[in-house]
């Protein structure tokens, strides 16, 4: 499978997963012009998509889903039931979706989908591991706690989208009104750094080849702090072998091969 992030944190998250002539897009969180023109920057056709998946329904991963589906009406929309029904009141998207049970694997093409719960304050998030014969991608950003789902999900991944959201210091020391720094770093918020760092202790998922840290905070982060504390981590459970990056907000990431 190959993969392209085409930006992540606060202010929009979409990514693309591709295996043969399956082309699935992850998230719809920027307009669909500046979806667009991004994809259009990695050569991906948005004609081309077979399938839209959502990880919930705050509008950093669905602002753009209206005007997506009013231009690729062929395009079905995946989520869980409740997301579904929120997203369709959030934006009016009221068509096009096919509804599916959290934690119960499905195919789209060639790529097999299993979803799992995630403690987050939107209507049910979930996260995603996403396989092929060969290999296996979890993606699981916009979460407060790490629960037995999220692990299991980390220990098969060979690549991962995972959050590292926040510095605590930083976010403690931020002029961010009280109540939100509670809801950012409380049960159903983000991973911090700290966070990610002993989830991957803990996890060590044995087959992690690529590890790629996701909704990084703006005023509340940098790529330095969290890539030094995943390290260390990397460190601790002797792989250092595993390649490291962090994603922009603003520019397409790499291409990878998951
Ligand atoms: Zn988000
Ligand atoms: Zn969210």
Redesign the pocket.
Known sequence: MKLRIFGSG?QG?ALAIRSGATLLLLDC?FSCRELERRMTACGVRADDVTAVLFTHD?T??CKGVATFHKRHPQVPLYANGNTADAIATLTGVEDGWRVFETSEPFAIGEIEVTSFSIPHDAADAVGYLFSNATSSLFVG??MGVPTLPVKDALARATCAVLESNHDPTLLACSDRPVSLKQRISGRCGHLSNQDAADLVREVAPPRLRTLLLA?LSRPCNAPHLALESMREALKDIDRADIALAALDQDEPSDLYEV
């Open positions: 606060s998250n969180g705050h950093d991963h950003t916009d909704h």
